[in-house]
């Protein structure tokens, strides 16, 4: 596509339940990178995906955040039993480079996450 | 640990005016540093980029300058717009590992008609 798509836009979910959010990157990006942003704060690196596989998961917060991609494409990040601290707003990126060439990162427009 | 950080939470300027925002590092093996806009409900916009091995570097209405000696990084916005209005955030690839970006907390411009 154009641009990098999430969905949803808006997710309002109850303590404990579990989320998925999903990324399309742009069309030929092989790389894609899942951040999150608390309100008024900057970004904070979740995963990154080089093709399907995931190199570096160390921002993942805890064990309850997962993340998988397939056919080198769609990515969905799935938080389990949501905690209220998981509210923030997730985005997406992705870049047509991977390995360690550095590129640009576009980023999508985000999910807004909100654990009542 | 290593981070990127902005000087000025909030950069108040009249349009037309020139703006300058501010953005340290500290990661002295940093090699590439990019600057994102941030409009309200939306993702970051790629702005402008710049390498390590450069000092300054044009696009329209905006200059980023590096200056390796201090570990300083600026964006520039020539003749400030309404539109320009939004939070700037500069960040930096760590290390020398993957693509992966350290942002700062950012700086919210606002420009006044």
């Known amino acids: 596509g154009a641009g990098v798509s999430q969905s949803p836009s808006n997710k309002v979910t109850e303590k404990g339940k579990d989320v998925e959010l999903r990324c399309d990157p742009i069309?030929?990006?092989?790389?894609l990178y899942w951040y999150r942003q608390s309100l008024g704060q900057g970004l904070e690196f979740l995963i990154y995906?080089?093709?399907?596989?995931?190199?570096?998961k160390s921002g993942l917060p805890s064990d309850r955040f997962s993340a998988e991609r397939t056919g080198g494409s769609v990515s969905t990040l799935t938080i389990q039993r949501t905690q209220q601290e998981d509210s923030a707003v997730y985005l997406c990126a992705s870049s047509s480079l991977a390995g360690r060439v550095r590129s640009k990162q576009f980023f999508g427009p985000g999910t807004r996450l909100t654990v009542l | 640990g290593e981070s990127v950080g902005l000087h000025l939470p909030t950069l108040s300027v009249q349009e037309g005016d020139n703006s300058i925002i501010n953005c340290a590092y500290s990661n002295s093996a940093s090699d590439y540093f990019i600057w994102y806009k941030q409009e309200s409900g939306k993702g970051p916009q790629f702005i402008i980029d710049i390498r390590s091995n450069m000092d300054k570097r044009q696009g329209q209405r905006v200059t980023v300058l590096l200056n390796k000696t201090v570990k300083h990084l600026s964006l520039q916005i020539a003749a400030t717009q309404p539109g320009d209005s939004a939070v700037y955030f500069c960040a930096e690839y760590e290390g020398t590992g993957f693509q992966k970006l350290v942002f700062g907390t950012g700086t919210r411009l606002l420009v006044s008609p």
């Open positions: 995906f080089q093709g399907n596989s995931a190199p570096d």
């Open positions: 069309s030929g990006h092989t790389a």
